[in-house]
């Protein structure tokens, strides 16, 4: 079993940053892969960028490359998302995900374990 807590959520205005980030207890050594993924309400939850568990290996979503940067941490079993530039409609509930899987996968079905999501609002 794999335990995972985001943080770092909040209100900020279009245009800043903000730090996510993903706490994760538990088998963290077999893990492969750590995602990011966002989802507003009535909508599918999106892909946003991955990170290679034991490696440096990334993957981002077209809308978020070049200004969005995951990372991880293995000494504190912890992976950020750093997100810049943030735009009203980025506004969501973000989850971090994990994976036993053999790539960095882009869809949700594709993942284990799950957290509970930390609210980003971005006003205009």
């Known amino acids: 079993q794999v335990q995972l807590v985001e943080s770092g959520g909040g209100l900020v205005q279009a245009g800043a940053s903000l730090r996510l980030s993903c706490a994760a207890s538990g088998r963290t050594r077999s893990l492969y892969g750590l995602g990011w993924f966002r989802q507003t309400p009535g909508k599918a939850r999106e892909f946003v960028a991955a990170?290679?568990?034991?490696?440096?290996?990334?993957l981002y979503s077209d809308s978020v490359k070049g200004r969005f940067t995951i990372s991880r941490d293995n000494a504190k079993n912890l992976v950020e998302l750093q997100m810049n530039n943030l735009k009203p409609e980025e506004t969501a509930v973000y989850y971090c995900?994990?994976?036993?899987?053999?790539?960095?996968?882009?869809?949700?079905?594709?993942?284990?374990?799950w957290g509970q999501g930390t609210q980003v609002t971005v006003s205009s």
């Open positions: 995900a994990a994976s036993w899987g053999l790539y960095l996968y882009t869809t949700s079905n594709d993942y284990d374990y």
């Open positions: 990170v290679k568990w034991s490696g440096s290996s990334t």
